[in-house]
Nanobody, 120 residues
Framework: QVQLVESGGGLVQAGGSLNLSCVAS????????MGWYRQAPGKQRELVAA???????KYADSVKGRFTLSRVNAKNTLYLQMNNLKPDDTAVYYC??????????????WGQGTQVTVSS
């Protein structure tokens, strides 16, 4: 099993910044990919940012130029730096990871989510 623990969410005014963290732990051999998704009330879960390759990152159009994905491999930690936050960014943010474990060469895992609320 792989456990993902998110942190860094909270309440912030429009124009403010937050830095989300996701730490992966458990009986994993390798993290193959990590990303962030979000889901607002009444909306579908959507991709925010995710690694595509070792040097490529995909961002949702709505966050391009404002959000930055980064990863510290030695700590199995993924960060999402969110700048110039807008009320439309309000959602529960979920960390997602594809990991290699014993018996599971490539399996997706999800964190419990962290609430981000942006006031106008």
């Amino acid at each position: 099993q792989v456990q993902l623990v998110e942190s860094g969410g909270g309440l912030v005014q429009a124009g403010g910044s937050l830095n989300l963290s996701c730490v992966a732990s458990g009986s994993l051999f390798r993290l193959n990919a990590m990303g962030w998704y979000r889901q607002a009330p009444g909306k579908q879960r959507e991709l925010v940012a995710a690694t595509e390759t070792s040097s490529s990152t995909k961002y949702a159009d709505s966050v391009k130029g404002r959000f930055t994905l980064s990863r510290v491999n030695a700590k199995n930690t993924l960060y999402l730096q969110m700048n110039n936050l807008k009320p439309d960014d309000t959602a529960v943010y979920y960390c997602q990871a594809r990991a290699t474990t014993l018996g599971r060469p490539d399996w997706s895992y999800w964190g419990q989510g962290t609430q981000v609320t942006v006031s106008s």
